[in-house]
């Protein structure tokens, strides 16, 4: 019951294969129920720049060339990977989605490298794991129906996902920036961990008419993306339930991907993210600066990510979609981090210090990052003061994400 159907991790694994010359990672991972799940995964490997600084981000690396026979081998549930730093030359990325029945992950990975720096090797990512189809039989549906209308759409741009259409993500050194779409989202109605239905998606639009009434969960997959989930998909009897189902990227080591999403009403909530202080000098050479906003001080500055300023600490911050007529999503992407505090808040546009509609807006914050999924729901998590919902803080050097009281966020 509950959020059975919620994207599970397998923490098993080790952010990249570990300081041997070769070795195993191997384990079994038990899931809540037997079904049929589907689980997704990427390898990839490290990308030579001789003039990348010795702390760039994965892939790019500088301390040492690859070797061509590095080797990672893998086995998931009877599917098999096999790929050498050959394969992967250039920092290419290779994401894995199959399906599967049962009510564990089994795995094992081994791998040989003729160098001890973990830097060169091969780097196997985290899996989601996500529930499709459980033993139990659908509900019996009720007399009272209603509709469920939408679109499905990249949170990284806002656009729709739609079959056939090429998904650019991001320039962080990795290869390719793109892919396509082989296939429409999945997009289903689940009651707890029972499946209900699935929703028919064309060109990343969906309709449906007869819903029965009543308080689904809305669940959506689709390879390079991460698994979508929503409680609160209330369908009504006689009314029609707009969603806008936004979908992650999945993302690359050392990122994170903030997503807010709202209501019809009120249609503008923005997104704000304090960085940092930053020293002057790094500030004003950022080449995504707002030039209307620069100041030379000579004193270190704090950068705040809104729809006044899309890109902070040379870029490596950015607001990726800022949204203003309702449901979201409003987007902001973190490539790498900084030692110090981000604070992150949601603001009702023109509210003058009072908002009603922030509490009733149905409000949902949801961190990614490479290791886990976290949501923040308005009213529960956080804390609302005014216009503002303070919804959490993190810690650049331990990446320790803590939840906002006034106290501790407002500034």
Not at 60 to 72: E, H, K
Request: charged share 25%.
């Amino acid at each position: 019951g509950g959020k059975v159907s919620v994207g599970t991790k397998l923490d098993n694994g080790p952010p990249s294969l570990p300081v041997n010359l070769d070795g195993v990672v191997q384990g079994v991972f038990k899931l809540p129920t037997f079904g049929t799940w589907t689980i997704q995964y990427y390898v990839a490997g490290p990308k030579w720049s001789p003039i990348a600084p010795e702390s760039m981000q994965f892939p790019l690396i500088s301390v040492a060339r690859p070797t061509y026979n590095d080797s990672i081998n893998g086995n998931v549930n009877g599917f098999k990977v096999h790929y050498t730093n050959t394969d992967m030359n250039h920092g290419k990325k290779f994401v894995y989605m199959h399906t599967f029945q049962g009510d564990e992950v089994r795995f094992k990975w081994d791998f040989y490298s003729s160098s001890p720096d973990r830097r060169t090797h091969p780097f196997l990512s985290h899996a989601e794991v996500t529930l499709v189809r459980d033993q139990n039989p659908p509900p019996e549906p009720s007399g009272k129906t209603g509709k469920l209308s939408g679109k499905v759409v990249n949170a990284e741009t806002g656009r729709r996902i739609k079959e056939g259409s090429t998904i650019r993500s991001g320039k962080s050194g990795w290869s390719p920036h793109r892919f396509r779409m082989e296939e429409e989202i999945s997009l289903m109605l689940f009651l707890g961990s029972t499946f209900v239905q699935k929703v028919p998606v064309k060109l990343g639009k969906f309709k449906l008419k007869g819903v029965p009434a009543g308080k689904y969960t809305c669940q959506a997959v689709g390879k390079n993306f991460y698994s979508y989930w929503d409680d609160q998909c209330e369908v009504t009897a006689g009314g029609n339930l707009v969603k806008t189902v936004s979908l992650s990227p999945i993302l690359n080591p050392g990122q994170a991907r903030i997503v807010l999403e709202w209501a019809r009403r009120p249609k503008d909530l923005d997104s704000y993210l304090s960085t940092p202080k930053q020293d002057s000098a790094v500030a004003n050479a950022a080449p995504h600066r707002n030039v209307h906003r620069r100041r030379r001080s000579r004193r270190s500055q704090e950068c705040v990510i809104s729809y006044r300023r899309k890109h902070c600490l040379a870029g490596s911050v950015r607001l990726d979609v800022d949204q203003r007529a309702g449901l979201g999503p409003e987007t902001i992407t973190l490539d790498a981090w900084s030692p110090g505090e981000y604070v992150y808040k949601v603001n009702h546009y023109g509210a003058r210090g009072k908002s009603k509609g922030l509490k009733a807006s149905k409000a949902e914050v949801t961190l990614y990052t490479q290791d886990y999924v976290k949501v923040f729901e308005v009213g529960k998590e956080g804390a609302v003061d005014g216009e503002n919902w303070y919804v959490f803080s993190i810690d650049g050097t331990t990446r320790q994400v803590s939840q906002c009281t006034v106290a501790s966020c407002k500034k």
